[in-house]
């Protein structure tokens, strides 16, 4: 599986972003995907992940605001962030877990096999 992440750059606070994440290969169905960012000087960490069932999860600091999605005819997973904030600045990743199960996709990174190259979110005050 190749991840190909697009869709970030530079927005004021408050405004919005959608990021993209395009999967080649046929388990793209088959796999759970996540959403991690790493700001810099910073671990990576959760932002979103979505089940092959297409149950979503959310870290704490983006319930509510940012919304992921899945299109398994497309091969794209997607992340709509609104109301951007400031400490939203920093490299999104995608990735994805070919070994997960149906309803569950995990939240620690270190499951997942395969990364997209990331894609740089700036979040101005």
């Known amino acids: 599986v190749q991840l190909q992440a697009s869709g970030g750059g530079l927005v004021r606070a408050g405004g919005s972003l959608r990021l993209s994440c395009a999967a080649s290969g046929r388990t793209f169905s088959r796999a759970a995907m996540g959403w991690f960012r790493q700001a810099p000087g910073a671990e990576r960490e959760l932002v979103a992940t979505?089940?092959?069932?297409?149950?979503?999860y959310y870290a704490d600091s983006v319930k509510g605001r940012f919304t992921i999605s899945r299109d398994n005819a497309k091969r794209t997973v997607d992340l709509q962030m609104n109301s951007l904030k400031p400490e939203d600045t920093a490299v999104y990743y995608c990735?994805?877990?070919?070994?997960?199960?149906?309803?569950?996709?995990?939240?620690?990174?270190?499951?997942?096999?395969?990364w997209g190259q990331g894609t740089l979110v700036t979040v101005s005050s």
């Open positions: 990735a994805a877990d070919v070994n997960a199960i149906l309803y569950s996709a995990p939240q620690d990174p270190g499951y997942y096999d395969y």
């Open positions: 979505i089940s092959r069932a297409g149950s979503a």
